[in-house]
């Protein structure tokens, strides 16, 4: 792989990479999101919730896999659009993408 491959490619595995910490918020608002402890004392605190078993850890892993795919899907779009900007500015401006002169 050339250095200006290794240059696009991290652009892009950079991107994806956010993906990996996404946690879901549950409707709690901005912020990093909920760890598993997290929402279980939250569903186990209403005792609806907690009486149909939307407490239950499966149903924090679908939501955190749901999320996930949308976040990775935004994320793919991101990652085009910086490497598209990148090359199109290195394409323009002749400045050197890792040593290599564009």
Not at 44 to 61: E, H, S
Not at 72 to 94: D, H, K, L, P, W
Request: proline letters at 4%; one cysteine or more.
């Amino acid at each position: 792989m050339t250095a200006r491959e290794d240059h696009y490619l991290g652009i892009f595995v950079d991107c994806v990479r956010s993906c990996a910490a996404y946690r879901p918020k549950f409707g709690q608002g901005k912020g990093a999101g909920l760890t598993l402890a997290e929402f279980r004392d939250l569903y186990r605190a209403d005792p609806f919730y907690m009486w149909l078993g939307l407490d239950d850890p499966k149903l924090y892993t679908a939501h955190r896999s749901a999320g996930g795919m949308t976040s990775i899907y935004r994320q793919i779009g991101i990652a085009c659009e910086r490497v598209f900007r990148s090359y199109g500015r290195n394409s323009c401006t002749g400045v050197e993408v890792g040593g290599v002169p564009c």
